[in-house]
């Protein structure tokens, strides 16, 4: 039998990066569909509006893990073969998509009325009211909340391992079957994920005392 | 030709009518103060002049332009008529000087030098030189207010709408607003305000304008009409005092 040693180790060490960057590929792609889905769910279009609100509401509605079968096995049913990676990235980045649209429209609606009132009055268009006056206050406020949201999608990329991705979660558990030593394999797998979560939360508290001690600049 | 024209302007919130038939007729240089109790319509009257309430009837030109919901013809509406809110409402994530500099700038494509010189010289005119690099969270509120006129001044208005500028101002920090304010009057500024600065309007205003369930009730020039109420509505509203 196999024992835990330094190349599980190392082994584990390598599927923490594709951890990392399945979380940083999802967070970018997220971050872009979910910027465009809260400014269409604000716009004076009722259809822009009602599009970007389903699109919350179903990707809300149901578990990540639906998308992930829907894209992985769902597609390759229909004779569409994503590869792993490329499933556990579109699934993810949807998903992270549907939640930091919901945060950064909470975050844009809670910049007061009255910015929206001057700068009209300052007779600037739109964009130019999003770009210089709404959207820099809204990023300070939405901060706090998309970091804690960080925190929560490096843990939940550790359902891709069921389309077989191997991530850390899933690199623990296959040294686990070959070495039994699920205790020194754990531990590890949970001080990696606590290293990288720990940090991401204290900024995000940082950044809320921060916040609420300065209001504005 | 008048700088702000009124006429027959009507305005529903749902079902309850706020503006029955307004008209007023302000030629440039003129101040005219508006008054009356909460809910008579006359904040919602001075927001209908810029643009920032739309109303149901009627007909309002102001500086050359007629209203409109176009939003280009608004946008160049608003670039001609400044107004100031009760609550400052700068931008808190701006220096003093980029609130000013900012609209100039961005929508009237005023190089930066030439902004820059017009932000120090609308400073200069309300007293706050020095303040140039604060951000509004540094400032009294009676600076703060002072800025927001400033920022207004520095789009060259031809008609300036003041609403309630004072009301949220402790009362020894009106006076400083309040001085800015007549200087403006002074040097020709057409200007319309909201006001419960009664002793302000009397002094200042050519005009004053009495508001009551949503019509222009009585109006006349200002001291006539502060020492001889026509209506007993004005007269109780008189004696009452600021409210």
């Known amino acids: 039998m196999q024992t835990f040693g330094w190349p599980e180790a190392l082994f584990i060490l390598r599927s923490a990066g594709w951890t990392l960057a399945l979380t940083a590929i999802a967070f970018f792609i997220g971050s872009i569909l979910g910027g465009i889905l809260a400014i269409m769910r604000l716009s004076r279009s009722k259809w822009l509006r009602r599009f970007a609100s389903g699109y919350i509401l179903v990707i809300q509605s149901i578990p990540v893990l639906m998308v992930l079968f829907m894209s992985y096995y769902g597609l390759s049913a229909l004779g569409i073969e994503l590869p792993p990676f490329l499933a556990a990235s579109a699934s993810l980045s949807i998903y992270v998509s549907a939640y930091l649209a919901e945060i950064w429209r909470g975050s844009i609606e809670s910049v007061p009325r009255q910015q929206w009132e001057a700068s009209a009055s300052l007779a600037l268009t739109t964009a130019q009211q999003y770009r210089y006056i709404i959207l820099p206050q809204a990023v300070r406020i939405s901060l706090p909340p998309t970091v804690g949201f960080l925190v929560q999608l490096v843990k939940n990329t550790s359902i891709v391992q069921v389309v077989g991705f191997v991530d850390l979660m899933r690199a623990g558990m296959l040294v686990n079957n070959a070495t039994y030593q699920a205790f020194q394999i754990f531990t590890l797998v949970g001080a990696i994920y606590f290293a990288i979560c720990f940090p991401l939360s204290r900024l995000s508290r940082h950044l809320e005392k921060v916040m609420n001690a300065s209001r504005s600049h | ?228 109420p026509q209506t007993p509505e004005l007269s109780n509203f008189v004696k009452a005092g600021a409210h």
């Open chain 2, 1 to 228: 030709m008048p700088a702000v024209l009124i006429e027959d302007v009507h305005k529903r919130f749902g079902s309850l009518e706020v503006l029955k038939g307004v008209s007023l007729s302000v030629e440039p240089g003129q101040v005219i103060a508006i008054i009356g109790r909460s809910g008579s319509g006359k904040s919602t009257l001075l927001r209908c002049i810029n643009g920032l309430e739309t109303f149901h009837a009627g007909k309002i030109e102001v500086a050359g332009h007629t209203m409109t919901q176009d939003p280009k013809k608004l946008r160049e509406l608003r670039k001609d008529v400044g107004i100031v809110f009760q609550s400052y409402n700068l931008f808190p994530h701006l220096t003093v000087g980029q609130n000013i500099m900012l609209s100039p700038r961005i929508t009237k494509n005023v190089p930066d030098a030439e902004a820059l010189r017009l932000a120090k010289e609308v400073l200069a005119q309300v007293g706050l030189s020095d303040k140039f690099d604060s951000y509004p969270d540094n400032l009294s509120g009676g600076q703060q207010q002072r800025v927001a006129i400033a920022r207004s001044l520095a789009m060259k208005p031809k008609v300036m709408l003041f609403d309630e500028v004072t009301s949220a101002l402790d009362p020894e920090l009106t006076g400083e607003v309040l001085i800015v304010m007549e200087k403006l009057a002074k040097g020709g500024m057409t200007m319309l305000l909201v006001t419960h600065e009664m002793n302000f309007a009397r002094t200042v205003a050519d005009t004053t304008v009495f508001m009551h369930q949503g019509k222009i009730w009585e109006s006349g020039p200002s001291k006539e009409l502060f020492a001889n």
